[in-house]
């Protein structure tokens, strides 16, 4: 049974940091990406990072980039976000989603693919992140 499941949020200052978790089950990471999105209230779901699973590329919304890490633990079968210098409107449920790599001619999302919402085909449950004093 496949599965993700996020965990690691909740309510930060401005400033601070936050590790989210992506703990996935029932498949093998190495052939999907994984990607972070984040929805807050009142507005869309919106990507955050990828990691292509077969080669390592790492995409970056540009809202977040240089503040946020995507990383891996294949021990684990883990996929981390970690959340540097947090602002109020990171505030949102942040959701983890998997991506077949056989679904694209590179073997993972390009530049232009990666925070297509329609690619992924699973799910976490979200994790809320609330930035504020």
């Known amino acids: 049974q496949v599965q993700l499941v996020e965990s690691g949020g909740g309510l930060v200052q401005p400033g601070g940091s936050l590790r989210l978790s992506c703990a996935a089950s029932g498949f093998t990471l190495d052939d999907y990406a994984i990607g972070w999105f984040r929805q807050a209230p009142g507005k869309g779901r919106e990507g955050v990072s990828c990691?292509?699973?077969?080669?390592?590329?790492?995409y970056y919304s540009d809202s977040v980039k240089g503040r946020f890490t995507i990383s891996r633990d294949n021990a684990k079968n883990t996929v981390y976000l970690q959340m540097n210098s947090l602002k109020p409107e990171d505030s949102a449920t942040y959701y983890c989603a998997r991506a077949e790599a056989l679904r694209y001619s590179d073997y993972g999302p390009t530049l232009y693919e990666w925070a297509r919402i329609g690619d992924y085909d699973y799910w976490g449950q979200g994790t809320q992140v609330t930035v504020s004093s």
């Open positions: 990691l292509r699973s077969s080669d390592g590329i790492i």
